[in-house]
């Protein structure tokens, strides 16, 4: 990745936009047809108040025992060599990603397969979901990274023959200033768009509609179910709360995994030449 020259706080200005603020729906019950045509249109819809206190606190817990007492085998990912880490608060402050625990970690695996969630997404893809990557985003105060716009289908692993969904479930609240989900409604009608290895593998910045930016503020067990096309992006975390998440992908049961030479046409600049 090419280092940025810009601060985080420039970027924070620059690429992501603060004023169009989604209104979350109350509960998963109150969703009705009329939100799954909009979803079609718009890629997105959230829910504040799926998962109850107790599913909350106990995902938690989860992440913070695989962080701090027994990985069990998920996979870490810090933003300093972990070997580096000598106390309790040095590891809160460093960790980013922990994933692959559905099969190790029970109380994940619930939340994994919760049947408000399960049950929505059986309704926006009209068949059976299969799970296809788990994992919990983790944005320290003070510094935890952006996550630069892109497209999820465009990572290799979730590049399927039909469209993949996004689950992102706050732990935390998400606000406008600890890094809740930034979304351009509707940009998944786009199809597929190169990335470049830039920050991350991520859009070109100057192709972002940023004046279309929505942000998708969430309480604790809200949750966010977003199209796998749509251009959606975090900003760095520079206040004093900390914001933890839960991201969970699911395809269609039918769905296969394209080959890489569809994948490079679809999702690189190989074809156009087009450079960023
Ligand atoms: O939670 C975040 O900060 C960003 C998550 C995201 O967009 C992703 O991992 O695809």
């Given at each position: 990745?090419?280092?940025?020259?810009?601060?985080?706080?420039?970027?924070?200005?620059k690429l992501y936009k603060y004023d169009n603020v989604h209104v979350s729906l109350n509960g998963i019950q109150a969703l009705q047809d009329e939100h799954f045509a909009r979803y079609k249109q718009s890629g997105f819809l959230s829910a504040n108040g799926v998962l109850n206190e107790s599913e909350i606190e106990q995902s938690k817990e989860a992440l913070t025992d695989l962080l701090h007492v027994d990985r069990k085998g998920a996979k870490l990912q810090f933003s300093k060599p972990e070997k580096e880490l000598r106390t309790p608060r040095e590891r809160d402050l460093a960790?980013?990603?922990?994933?692959?625990f559905v099969s190790v970690?029970?109380?994940?695996?619930?939340?994994?397969?919760?049947?408000g969630v399960i049950g929505t997404i059986r309704r926006i893809f009209g068949e059976e979901p299969k799970l296809i990557q788990d994992?919990?985003?983790?944005?320290?105060?003070?510094?935890?990274?952006?996550?630069?716009?892109?497209?999820?289908?465009?990572?290799?692993?979730l590049t399927y023959t039909k469209a993949a969904i996004g689950v992102w479930i706050a732990l935390d609240e998400a606000t406008a200033?600890?890094?809740?989900?930034?979304?351009?409604?509707g940009s998944h009608q786009e199809g597929a768009t190169p990335h470049y290895a830039?920050?991350?593998w991520q859009l070109c910045d100057a192709q972002?509609?940023?004046s279309r930016d929505v942000i998708v503020p969430l309480k604790p067990g809200g949750v966010l179910f977003f199209h796998g096309m749509l251009y959606h992006g975090t900003p760095s975390n520079l206040s004093e709360s900390r914001r933890r998440a839960l991201q969970f992908h699911y395809v269609p049961a039918s769905a296969e995994?394209?080959?890489?030479?569809?994948y490079k046409r679809m999702f690189t600049n190989e074809l156009s030449g087009a450079e960023c």
């Open positions: 990745m090419r280092p940025s020259q810009e601060s985080q706080e420039t970027i924070n200005a960790i980013r990603k922990i994933h692959e970690e029970e109380r994940l695996r619930r939340i994994a397969y919760h049947q994992m919990a985003l983790l944005k320290p105060p003070h510094g935890g990274g952006e996550k630069p716009w892109h497209q999820d289908m465009a990572y290799g692993n200033d600890n890094g809740c989900m930034h979304i351009i409604p830039v920050r991350d972002v509609p940023v995994k394209v080959s890489p030479q569809e």
